[in-house]
């Protein structure tokens, strides 16, 4: 069993940057790939990223390349979501979830764990 709370959620205009985390329970968090999902307003929960087990390996939303990175630090059982250049339409509910067999996949339905989500508005 895993459990995980993100923070650092806010308000920020757009441009700006915001620093996601998300601290995992438990002793094996080094065996789980991590991934962070967004869901706004109206729309079903998407993906953003993905890191492996290890750290060496990431995946990316198209939508998102190039703007947020993904890291992990397994000696603290954390994972970050470094979001630089915000936009508008990055406002969402975002949550970390972690993947027991470590794949990097962009499915929903491959994560077993989910945290309870963080709220993140970008203003105009």
């Known amino acids: 069993q895993v459990q995980l709370v993100e923070s650092g959620g806010g308000l920020v205009q757009a441009g700006a940057s915001l620093r996601l985390s998300c601290a995992a329970s438990?002793?094996?968090?080094?065996?789980?790939?991590m991934g962070w999902f967004r869901q706004a307003p109206g729309k079903e929960r998407e993906f953003v990223t993905a890191?492996?087990?290890?750290?060496?390996?990431?995946k990316y939303a198209d939508s998102v390349k190039g703007r947020f990175t993904i890291s992990r630090d397994n000696a603290k059982n954390t994972v970050y979501l470094q979001m630089d250049s915000l936009k508008v339409e990055d406002t969402a509910v975002y949550y970390c979830a972690a993947n027991r067999w470590g794949t990097l996949t962009d499915v929903t339905n491959d994560y077993d764990y989910w945290g309870q989500g963080t709220q993140v508005t970008v203003s105009s």
């Open positions: 890191i492996i087990r290890s750290g060496t390996s990431t």
């Open positions: 438990g002793r094996t968090f080094g065996a789980y790939a």
